[in-house]
T-cell receptor, first 111, second 115 residues
């Protein structure tokens, strides 16, 4: 079942922060975050596993609340390169890692 | 590390012909590969999951006889679109994972246009 991502779109100025969310109606084992730029394939950002993980890489971090079946991605001090569509993929089991992707959060960072 | 390639990057074919798309994991052994389809400004729709040496598992609504998937080795999976029609035009993306990590790494995608 497809997770729900919100907000649909975010416009922010360089240096500002933003939070985008991914919610599922099913129990989750993993949440995967990807960023896709126009005409390109999705690029892996990070994966969070069951157990309430939080992770970060440079100024992008994420949390996974398995009880609420949701994950949030935090963009801190955004850079122009952060622009793109962010997809979350949710996995219900630890086998095969078959993912269901949400419709994406479009992020536009302007100077 | 974790590089996945796809070939070709784009293909234009005539209605009724078949097209083969290759997906390769370049620096790891992909025990599982996934094929997705993406329409403009839409999400990634999983078509099928394939494990090396096994038959692919197709998602509901995906025609097995139309989209033939072969995962003959730990580094190569192929998707053949048989008797292509204009409605098959789309962006096809593969992803791969090994047995040692959970994340999937995506190939660069193949844009198929059927005229």
């Amino acid at each position: 079942q497809q997770p729900v991502q919100s907000p649909q779109a975010v416009i922010l100025r360089e240096g500002e922060d933003a939070v985008i969310n991914c919610s599922s109606s099913k129990a989750l084992y993993s949440v995967h975050w990807y960023r896709q730029k126009h005409g390109e394939a999705p690029v892996f950002l990070m994966i969070l596993l069951k157990g309430g993980e939080q992770k970060g890489h440079e100024k992008i971090s994420a949390s996974f609340n398995e009880k609420k079946q949701q994950s949030s991605l935090y963009l801190t001090a955004s850079q122009l390169s952060y622009s793109g569509t962010y997809f979350c993929g949710t996995g219900a089991t630890n086998e095969n890692n078959r993912l269901a992707f949400g419709k994406g959060n479009q992020v536009v960072v302007i100077p | 590390g974790a590089v996945v390639s796809q070939h070709p990057s784009w293909v234009i074919c005539k209605s009724g012909t078949s097209v083969k798309i290759e997906c390769r994991s370049l620096d790891f052994q992909a025990t599982t590969m996934f094929w997705y389809r993406q329409f403009p400004k839409q999400s990634l729709m999983l078509m099928a999951t394939s494990n090396e040496g096994s038959k692919a598992t197709y998602e509901q609504g995906v025609e097995k006889d139309k989209f033939l998937i072969n995962h003959a080795s730990l580094t190569l999976s192929t998707l053949t679109v048989t008797s292509a029609h204009p409605e098959d035009s789309s962006f096809y993306i593969c992803s791969a994972r090994s047995g040692t990590f959970y994340e999937q790494y995506f190939g660069p995608g193949t844009r198929l246009t059927v005229t």
